[in-house]
Protein backbone atom coordinates (compact mmCIF):
# COMPACT_ATOMS: atom_id res chain seq x y z
CA UNK A 1 0.00 0.00 0.00
CA UNK A 2 1.03 3.68 -0.86
CA UNK A 3 2.91 5.31 1.74
CA UNK A 4 3.51 8.58 2.49
CA UNK A 5 4.79 10.31 5.69
CA UNK A 6 5.07 14.15 5.91
CA UNK A 7 7.37 15.62 8.43
CA UNK A 8 9.23 19.07 9.25
CA UNK A 9 6.22 21.22 10.82
CA UNK A 10 6.38 22.96 13.87
CA UNK A 11 6.19 26.35 15.31
CA UNK A 12 7.62 29.52 13.59
CA UNK A 13 7.21 33.00 13.83
CA UNK A 14 5.90 35.20 11.30
CA UNK A 15 8.42 36.17 8.34
CA UNK A 16 10.12 32.49 9.48
CA UNK A 17 11.12 29.99 7.23
CA UNK A 18 10.21 25.89 7.12
CA UNK A 19 11.12 23.11 4.77
CA UNK A 20 8.72 20.41 5.11
CA UNK A 21 9.40 17.18 3.69
CA UNK A 22 7.11 13.93 2.62
CA UNK A 23 8.84 10.14 2.29
CA UNK A 24 7.04 8.22 -0.38
CA UNK A 25 7.38 4.48 -0.44
CA UNK A 26 5.27 0.94 -1.91
CA UNK A 27 5.53 2.65 -5.44
CA UNK A 28 7.37 3.86 -8.01
CA UNK A 29 7.82 7.48 -7.05
CA UNK A 30 9.43 8.88 -9.65
CA UNK A 31 6.62 8.10 -12.04
CA UNK A 32 4.33 10.11 -10.44
CA UNK A 33 3.41 14.05 -10.48
CA UNK A 34 3.01 14.96 -6.61
CA UNK A 35 1.15 17.80 -4.59
CA UNK A 36 0.99 19.56 -1.37
CA UNK A 37 -2.50 20.63 0.27
CA UNK A 38 -3.08 22.09 3.44
CA UNK A 39 -5.81 22.72 5.80
CA UNK A 40 -6.55 25.43 8.35
CA UNK A 41 -7.71 24.85 11.73
CA UNK A 42 -11.19 23.45 11.30
CA UNK A 43 -11.41 25.00 7.63
CA UNK A 44 -11.82 23.08 4.07
CA UNK A 45 -8.79 21.90 1.86
CA UNK A 46 -6.45 24.40 -0.19
CA UNK A 47 -4.33 23.19 -2.81
CA UNK A 48 -0.47 24.79 -2.67
CA UNK A 49 1.37 23.27 -5.15
CA UNK A 50 2.13 20.27 -7.68
CA UNK A 51 5.36 19.31 -9.32
CA UNK A 52 6.05 16.74 -12.03
CA UNK A 53 7.76 13.89 -12.22
CA UNK A 54 11.25 15.14 -12.67
CA UNK A 55 10.50 18.73 -11.24
CA UNK A 56 10.68 20.66 -14.50
CA UNK A 57 7.62 21.59 -13.83
CA UNK A 58 5.93 23.41 -11.06
CA UNK A 59 2.56 24.96 -10.24
CA UNK A 60 1.36 27.01 -7.22
CA UNK A 61 -1.45 28.59 -5.59
CA UNK A 62 -1.26 32.51 -6.06
CA UNK A 63 -1.08 33.10 -2.33
CA UNK A 64 2.40 31.22 -2.00
CA UNK A 65 4.06 32.01 -5.16
CA UNK A 66 7.18 33.41 -4.67
CA UNK A 67 7.24 32.53 -1.31
CA UNK A 68 7.05 28.70 -1.43
CA UNK A 69 8.86 25.93 -3.35
CA UNK A 70 8.06 22.42 -4.11
CA UNK A 71 10.70 20.29 -5.00
CA UNK A 72 11.74 16.74 -5.00
CA UNK A 73 14.16 13.65 -4.91
CA UNK A 74 13.76 11.25 -6.56
CA UNK A 75 17.15 9.19 -5.54
CA UNK A 76 15.34 9.52 -1.66
CA UNK A 77 11.97 8.97 -2.59
CA UNK A 78 11.43 12.42 -1.49
CA UNK A 79 8.92 15.42 -2.04
CA UNK A 80 9.67 18.44 -0.07
CA UNK A 81 8.26 22.14 0.31
CA UNK A 82 10.02 25.24 1.53
CA UNK A 83 8.38 28.14 2.66
CA UNK A 84 9.73 31.18 3.53
CA UNK A 85 8.14 34.68 4.76
CA UNK A 86 5.64 32.59 6.87
CA UNK A 87 2.23 33.98 7.66
CA UNK A 88 -0.38 34.09 10.21
CA UNK A 89 -2.65 32.68 7.29
CA UNK A 90 -0.19 29.90 6.29
CA UNK A 91 -0.83 27.92 9.41
CA UNK A 92 -2.47 24.91 8.72
CA UNK A 93 -1.88 20.85 8.41
CA UNK A 94 0.16 20.29 5.53
CA UNK A 95 -0.27 17.12 3.08
CA UNK A 96 1.34 15.62 0.61
CA UNK A 97 -0.31 13.33 -2.11
CA UNK A 98 0.26 12.04 -5.38
CA UNK A 99 -1.44 12.66 -8.22
CA UNK A 100 -3.54 10.59 -10.25
CA UNK A 101 -2.92 7.06 -11.70
CA UNK A 102 -0.23 6.07 -13.39
CA UNK A 103 -0.74 7.10 -17.31
CA UNK A 104 -3.24 9.56 -15.99
CA UNK A 105 -1.83 12.73 -14.65
CA UNK A 106 -4.76 14.36 -14.18
CA UNK A 107 -4.52 16.54 -10.69
CA UNK A 108 -7.17 14.48 -8.70
CA UNK A 109 -4.99 13.00 -5.93
CA UNK A 110 -5.10 9.31 -4.98
CA UNK A 111 -2.73 9.25 -2.10
CA UNK A 112 -2.86 11.32 1.59
CA UNK A 113 0.14 11.46 4.25
CA UNK A 114 -1.50 12.24 7.28
CA UNK A 115 -0.13 15.51 7.55
CA UNK A 116 2.11 17.66 9.53
CA UNK A 117 1.33 20.95 11.29
CA UNK A 118 2.61 24.61 10.70
CA UNK A 119 1.54 26.79 13.09
CA UNK A 120 2.90 30.50 12.42
CA UNK A 121 2.41 32.89 15.54
CA UNK A 122 4.95 35.26 17.50
CA UNK B 1 -9.48 31.04 -10.85
CA UNK B 2 -12.62 28.50 -10.64
CA UNK B 3 -14.69 28.85 -7.87
CA UNK B 4 -16.29 25.65 -6.36
CA UNK B 5 -19.82 26.17 -4.77
CA UNK B 6 -21.40 22.72 -2.48
CA UNK B 7 -24.58 22.66 -1.57
CA UNK B 8 -26.14 22.31 1.40
CA UNK B 9 -23.01 22.62 3.62
CA UNK B 10 -24.34 20.36 6.03
CA UNK B 11 -27.09 18.00 5.86
CA UNK B 12 -28.42 15.69 8.25
CA UNK B 13 -29.82 12.26 7.33
CA UNK B 14 -30.73 9.06 8.55
CA UNK B 15 -28.96 5.77 8.47
CA UNK B 16 -30.62 4.23 5.42
CA UNK B 17 -31.35 7.24 3.54
CA UNK B 18 -30.19 8.42 0.23
CA UNK B 19 -28.15 11.48 0.03
CA UNK B 20 -27.20 13.86 -2.75
CA UNK B 21 -24.36 16.27 -2.65
CA UNK B 22 -24.56 19.07 -5.36
CA UNK B 23 -20.94 21.04 -6.47
CA UNK B 24 -21.11 23.74 -8.93
CA UNK B 25 -18.30 25.19 -10.89
CA UNK B 26 -18.20 29.29 -12.08
CA UNK B 27 -17.13 27.97 -15.69
CA UNK B 28 -17.46 24.86 -17.45
CA UNK B 29 -15.04 21.87 -16.04
CA UNK B 30 -15.81 19.05 -18.58
CA UNK B 31 -15.30 16.26 -16.52
CA UNK B 32 -12.37 17.26 -14.33
CA UNK B 33 -13.86 16.60 -11.13
CA UNK B 34 -13.15 14.61 -8.05
CA UNK B 35 -15.21 13.61 -4.64
CA UNK B 36 -13.09 13.25 -1.24
CA UNK B 37 -14.48 11.68 1.80
CA UNK B 38 -12.64 13.23 5.27
CA UNK B 39 -13.33 11.71 8.54
CA UNK B 40 -12.23 13.95 11.91
CA UNK B 41 -8.49 14.03 12.28
CA UNK B 42 -8.06 11.75 9.32
CA UNK B 43 -6.83 12.76 5.59
CA UNK B 44 -8.95 12.32 2.98
CA UNK B 45 -9.63 10.14 1.15
CA UNK B 46 -11.02 9.98 -2.87
CA UNK B 47 -13.98 8.66 -3.74
CA UNK B 48 -14.59 9.59 -7.09
CA UNK B 49 -12.67 10.98 -10.67
CA UNK B 50 -13.23 12.09 -13.81
CA UNK B 51 -16.87 13.18 -12.20
CA UNK B 52 -18.38 9.99 -12.58
CA UNK B 53 -15.49 7.12 -12.32
CA UNK B 54 -15.04 5.37 -8.49
CA UNK B 55 -11.76 5.10 -6.89
CA UNK B 56 -10.67 1.40 -6.87
CA UNK B 57 -11.96 0.59 -3.67
CA UNK B 58 -14.67 2.42 -3.18
CA UNK B 59 -17.63 0.77 -2.10
CA UNK B 60 -20.61 1.23 -5.06
CA UNK B 61 -22.89 2.58 -3.12
CA UNK B 62 -20.71 6.00 -3.67
CA UNK B 63 -21.73 7.52 -7.54
CA UNK B 64 -21.48 10.68 -8.99
CA UNK B 65 -22.59 12.24 -11.67
CA UNK B 66 -22.41 15.45 -14.19
CA UNK B 67 -20.21 17.27 -16.46
CA UNK B 68 -19.53 21.27 -17.52
CA UNK B 69 -21.00 23.04 -14.03
CA UNK B 70 -22.83 20.78 -11.94
CA UNK B 71 -22.18 17.62 -10.33
CA UNK B 72 -23.19 15.34 -7.90
CA UNK B 73 -21.94 12.89 -5.47
CA UNK B 74 -25.05 10.47 -4.18
CA UNK B 75 -24.31 8.19 -1.42
CA UNK B 76 -27.11 5.18 -2.18
CA UNK B 77 -27.87 3.90 1.23
CA UNK B 78 -26.22 5.97 4.02
CA UNK B 79 -24.69 3.99 6.60
CA UNK B 80 -22.72 5.31 10.07
CA UNK B 81 -19.20 4.97 8.54
CA UNK B 82 -20.27 7.50 5.97
CA UNK B 83 -21.02 10.31 8.50
CA UNK B 84 -18.09 12.55 7.51
CA UNK B 85 -17.06 15.87 4.95
CA UNK B 86 -16.90 15.61 1.34
CA UNK B 87 -15.34 17.61 -0.59
CA UNK B 88 -15.42 18.42 -4.29
CA UNK B 89 -12.30 19.42 -6.37
CA UNK B 90 -12.15 20.93 -10.10
CA UNK B 91 -8.80 19.97 -11.98
CA UNK B 92 -9.84 21.27 -15.57
CA UNK B 93 -6.98 23.87 -14.58
CA UNK B 94 -4.56 25.55 -12.12
CA UNK B 95 -4.80 26.85 -9.52
CA UNK B 96 -6.77 23.45 -8.45
CA UNK B 97 -9.52 24.43 -6.47
CA UNK B 98 -11.79 22.61 -4.03
CA UNK B 99 -15.72 23.18 -2.66
CA UNK B 100 -16.20 24.37 0.68
CA UNK B 101 -17.22 20.68 1.89
CA UNK B 102 -20.65 19.50 2.77
CA UNK B 103 -20.95 17.83 6.33
CA UNK B 104 -22.84 14.60 6.55
CA UNK B 105 -24.42 14.37 10.24
CA UNK B 106 -26.77 11.94 11.87
CA UNK B 107 -30.46 12.98 12.02
Known amino acids: EVQLVESGGGLVQPGGSLRLSCAAS????????MTWVRQAPGKGLEWVAN????????YYVDSVKGRFTISRDNAKNSLYLQMNSLRAEDTALYYC???????????????WGQGTLVTVSS | DIQMTQSPSTLSASVGDRVTITCRAS??????LAWYQQKPGKAPNLLIY???SLESGVPSKFSGSGSGTEFTLTISSLQPDDFATYYC?????????FGGGTKVEIK
Open chain 1, 97 to 111: ARVGHLYDVSSYFTN
Open chain 1, 26 to 33: RFTFSSYW
Open chain 1, 51 to 58: IKQDGSEE
Open chain 2, 27 to 32: QSISNW
Open chain 2, 50 to 52: KAS
Open chain 2, 89 to 97: QQYNSYPVT
